[in-house]
């Protein structure tokens, strides 16, 4: 997966048969684009190619980069040890690094009190205080200082039928959240360096801590929309598993020493933090499999895959795209919570036969995002390089005029859901289509799990017929095109496995030997 854009730049990676590598530097091509910087109070998520600085440690206006991240998860998952690690690993790259503070710690530790915005009755002492004989507090807490505050109880407090004090208190908390997050988001577009942007938590956050219908309604009152506020407001969301889930022995919270109500409140919280961004393009769960120093180099990893930067040997790769084929979806209520996208796919007219563009759509409720997707041989090697563009609704009206006739629209439902610690994308297709389409059910991936470890963790409410990664037969470019590709699969396996034949003509323009990320 590459990054998305948001002023026209571009973000680049280094993919071979479907999978993401680390990738040497390529050189810059001469790209004639012309995409409309979009200024907005949620602005869009951006990511260049990776290069170089000057002896000053900036770059050219043109070519900076402004990378957007969401730290999240439940207690005790390492989100401060990962801010300071991925400040200091950028920074050591010449990197100009932000890291916004939680807002909520912010504006409670200045002395606000949950029960101040929701009881009128008199106060009780700070020695006879205690959160959890409130109804609506989280029950980890036990006998502290009143003048203390804690972000969940005021969610919780917020949602309570007489709780209007704390709703207003908790919807200006997000105004103010957005205010403070675009501050530092037009800091980093006026840094002369490139520019890493950490977010302690983000908007949605505050979303799994609240009701449904209470948030909805604060949604619907102040015109926020899930694709600009979860999609299209970050480039990237890291979820950092609570240790309480599947490191039990570590966990612990500052001045509590660790009880099994704690650990099961925390592994809740903790799958109500990351099911509260599923659905955005880039969600990456960072897990407990491995030790804690392993874990912040994946984190590390992660971010350095997604932005395009060449790590070398210093951090393992890990984590590889799976492609499986499902059959006979089960009903709605079998899946955990999930969220639902229309996402259109257009090939163009590319300019070479080794060339790939295409187009996509993805939205809910005719909110969209729009992404220009471009695949090209390295030069130096058999990876292929992938840029993505984000673009404006004009520019991608623009670019529609240059479908290509020999290929369908691709029409989709994906669906993105948790299990297992696990993100998952289900791509449902839809009609119209090829025939070869109809019916067709793909569930994607991304894991550095193998054998049953990887087997434990899969949906078991699905129907799974097979893995089929790398497989060309259900390659999107090749299931969308028009015409009886048959013999092209010939082609594309045998270069699949690197053993093409010398005699065997090039495919046509409009075929490619390769799979392509879903995007």
Same mark, same amino acid.
């Given at each position: 997966m590459a990054t998305l854009l948001s002023n026209g730049q571009q973000s680049v990676?280094?993919?071979?048969?479907?999978?993401?590598?680390?990738? *040497?530097?390529?050189?810059?091509e001469q790209q004639q684009q012309q995409v409309e910087i979009r200024k907005s109070s949620s602005p869009k998520p951006g990511a260049m190619p990776n290069l170089k600085l000057n002896r000053?440690?900036?770059?050219?206006?043109?070519?900076?980069?402004?990378?957007?991240?969401?730290?999240?998860?439940?207690?005790?998952?390492?989100?401060?040890?990962?801010?300071?690690?991925?400040?200091?690993?950028?920074?050591?790259?010449?990197?100009?690094?932000?890291?916004?503070?939680?807002?909520?710690?912010?504006?409670?530790?200045?002395?606000?009190?949950?029960?101040?915005?929701?009881?009128?009755?008199?106060?009780?002492?700070?020695?006879?205080?205690?959160?959890? *004989?409130?109804?609506?507090?989280?029950?980890?807490?036990?006998?502290?200082?009143?003048?203390?505050?804690?972000?969940?109880?005021?969610?919780?407090a917020a949602s309570r039928p007489n709780g209007s004090e704390a709703y207003k208190f908790q919807e200006n908390l997000i105004r103010t959240m957005v205010q403070i997050e675009n501050t530092y988001f037009e800091l980093g577009n006026s840094s002369t360096r490139n520019c890493l942007i950490i977010c302690d938590r983000g908007v949605m956050d505050a979303s799994a801590y609240i009701s449904k219908d209470k948030w909805e309604k604060m949604m619907a009152g102040n015109k926020w929309n899930p694709v600009e506020m979860?999609?299209?407001?970050?480039?990237?969301?890291?979820?950092?598993?609570?240790?309480?889930?599947?490191?039990? *022995?570590?966990?612990?919270?500052?001045?509590?020493?660790?009880?099994?109500?704690?650990?099961?409140?925390?592994?809740?919280l903790d799958y109500k933090s990351a099911a509260a961004w599923v659905g955005h393009p880039y969600f990456d769960v960072i897990d407990n499999s491995t030790n804690f120093e392993a874990k912040m180099n994946r984190m590390i990893e992660s971010v350095c895959q997604k932005v395009g930067i060449d790590i070398g040997d210093r951090l393992q790769a890990t984590s590889r795209k799976l492609k499986y084929l499902v059959a006979l979806l089960p009903p709605d209520s079998e899946f955990p919570p999930f969220q639902d996208f229309d996402v259109v796919h257009h090939y163009l007219q590319s300019a070479g036969p080794k060339v790939q563009a295409r187009l996509r759509k993805r939205g809910q409720k005719n909110h969209w995002s729009?992404?220009?997707?471009?695949?090209?041989?390295?030069?130096?090697g058999q990876a292929r390089i992938e840029v993505k563009t984000q673009l404006t609704h004009r520019d991608y009206m623009n670019l529609?005029?240059?479908?290509?006739?020999?290929?369908?629209?691709?029409?989709?439902?994906?669906?993105?859901?948790?299990?297992?610690?696990?993100?998952?994308q289900l791509d449902i297709y839809?009609?119209?289509g090829h025939p070869r389409c109809k019916g067709l059910v793909l569930l994607e991936t991304y894991s550095s799990l193998t054998g049953d470890a990887l087997k434990n963790c899969m949906p078991k409410f699905l129907n799974i017929v097979k893995e089929v990664t790398g497989d060309p037969d259900y390659s999107m470019f090749?299931?969308?095109?028009?015409?009886?590709?048959?013999?092209?699969?010939?082609f594309c396996r045998s270069a699949t496995h690197g053993k093409q034949d010398e005699q065997l003509p090039e495919p046509p323009k409009q075929y490619h030997p390769y799979d392509e990320n879903s995007d």
């Open positions: 990676m280094a993919t071979s048969n479907g999978q993401e590598h680390q990738k *040497d530097e390529p050189e810059q000053m440690g900036s770059v050219s206006p043109k070519d900076k980069r402004v990378y957007k991240i969401v730290l999240t998860g439940g207690p005790c998952g390492g989100k401060t040890t990962g801010q300071s690690r991925l400040c200091t690993f950028f920074e050591n790259l010449g990197w100009k690094v932000f890291r916004v503070p939680e807002t909520a710690t912010v504006l409670l530790s200045g002395g606000v009190k949950f029960s101040d915005l929701t009881e009128k009755e008199d106060p009780p002492t700070p020695t006879t205080f205690v959160y959890k *004989d409130l109804p609506f507090a989280a029950p980890e807490h036990s006998l502290i200082d009143l003048t203390a505050s804690c972000p969940r109880c005021l969610a919780k979860r999609d299209n407001r970050y480039n990237q969301i890291l979820h950092l598993v609570s240790a309480a889930n599947g490191a039990e *022995d570590f966990y612990s919270t500052e001045d509590h020493a660790c009880r099994s109500e704690g650990v099961d409140l925390a592994r809740e729009y992404i220009h997707t471009q695949r090209r041989p390295n030069v130096h529609l005029a240059q479908r290509d006739d020999a290929h369908f629209t691709i029409y989709k439902k994906r669906r993105c859901f948790l299990i297992n610690n696990q993100y998952f839809k009609e119209p090749n299931l969308s095109l028009k015409e009886d590709w048959s013999t092209t699969k010939k």
